[in-house]
């Protein structure tokens, strides 16, 4: 067995975007009037970005939150980087490769095509709250087993998701750090992107 299709998040992934977010974050907070918080409480260690609001005592819809906070940020002129290692990665992967990402679909439409990268996916599929469907669909359409695909992200949330569709799941410290994936047992943990190509290499 082999890997027949690599799977990538986006955000802390791909991207360096969490600082970005955190600004957004405190812009929205700063209309409540609530202190601002720092780069780990944006990233939400216990996967639970709503906890994080209520916590703040805001008690508004999430996609009200949602909307405003993404309204927020694009908006905003904060450079979007890729992660150290990302084309070189990308390039290297004889393999089709998709990108899966809960970003909303007009920013990623927008942002995939600065950072320059539309060119290495063969499907975008954005603003997918759900991603396990997606993931056994993917590779239904390409008659593999799911475990000949592999997901690549920095989230616990990638982790479950990914395990629950029966692919294989390299995670990679991003928003959540190694100690929290690990809790969550992905198939394998890289310290970043340069890593990635020789541990698909490996999987059978």
Same mark, same amino acid.
């Given at each position: 067995?082999?890997?027949?299709?690599?799977?990538?998040?986006?955000?802390?992934?791909?991207?360096?975007?969490?600082?970005?977010?955190?600004?957004?974050?405190?812009?929205?907070?700063?209309?409540?009037?609530?202190?601002?918080?720092?780069?780990?409480?944006?990233?939400?260690?216990?996967?639970?970005?709503?906890?994080?609001?209520?916590?703040?005592?805001?008690?508004?819809?999430?996609?009200?939150?949602?909307?405003?906070?993404?309204?927020?940020?694009?908006?905003?002129?904060?450079?979007?980087?890729?992660?150290?290692?990302?084309?070189?990665?990308?390039?290297?992967?004889?393999?089709?490769?998709?990108?899966?990402?809960?970003?909303?679909? /007009?920013?990623?439409?927008?942002?995939?095509?600065?950072?320059?990268?539309?060119?290495?996916?063969?499907?975008?599929?954005?603003?997918?709250?759900?991603?396990?469907?997606?993931?056994?669909?993917?590779?239904?359409?390409?008659?593999?087993?799911?475990?000949?695909?592999?997901?690549?992200?920095?989230?616990?949330?990638?982790?479950?998701?990914?395990?629950?569709?029966?692919?294989?799941?390299?995670?990679?410290?991003?928003? /959540?750090?190694?100690?929290?994936?690990?809790? /969550?047992?992905?198939?394998?943990?890289?310290?970043?992107?340069?890593?990635?190509?020789?541990?698909?290499?490996?999987?059978?």
């Amino acid at each position: 067995m082999s890997i027949e299709l690599v799977i990538w998040d986006y955000n802390g992934t791909l991207t360096d975007d969490l600082p970005r977010m955190t600004h957004a974050v405190n812009l929205f907070l700063e209309e409540f009037s609530i202190p601002p918080a720092t780069n780990e409480e944006v990233a939400c260690y216990d996967g639970d970005i709503w906890k994080f609001y209520l916590e703040r005592n805001i008690h508004l819809p999430k996609a009200e939150i949602g909307a405003r906070l993404f309204e927020i940020y694009s908006k905003l002129s904060d450079p979007l980087r890729l992660m150290s290692g990302a084309i070189e990665t990308l390039e290297r992967i004889d393999k089709p490769q998709v990108l899966v990402t809960k970003h909303p679909t /007009h920013l990623t439409e927008r942002e995939v095509d600065e950072l320059e990268i539309r060119k290495y996916f063969l499907q975008i599929y954005s603003g997918i709250r759900d991603k396990t469907p997606l993931f056994q669909q993917l590779c239904q359409e390409r008659n593999i087993p799911t475990s000949n695909g592999v997901i690549i992200g920095d989230r616990t949330d990638d982790i479950k998701e990914g395990k629950l569709a029966g692919n294989k799941v390299i995670a990679i410290p991003g928003y /959540h750090p190694k100690h929290i994936l690990e809790k /969550h047992s992905p198939n394998y943990i890289v310290g970043s992107l340069w890593e990635v190509y020789e541990c698909i290499s490996k999987i059978r």
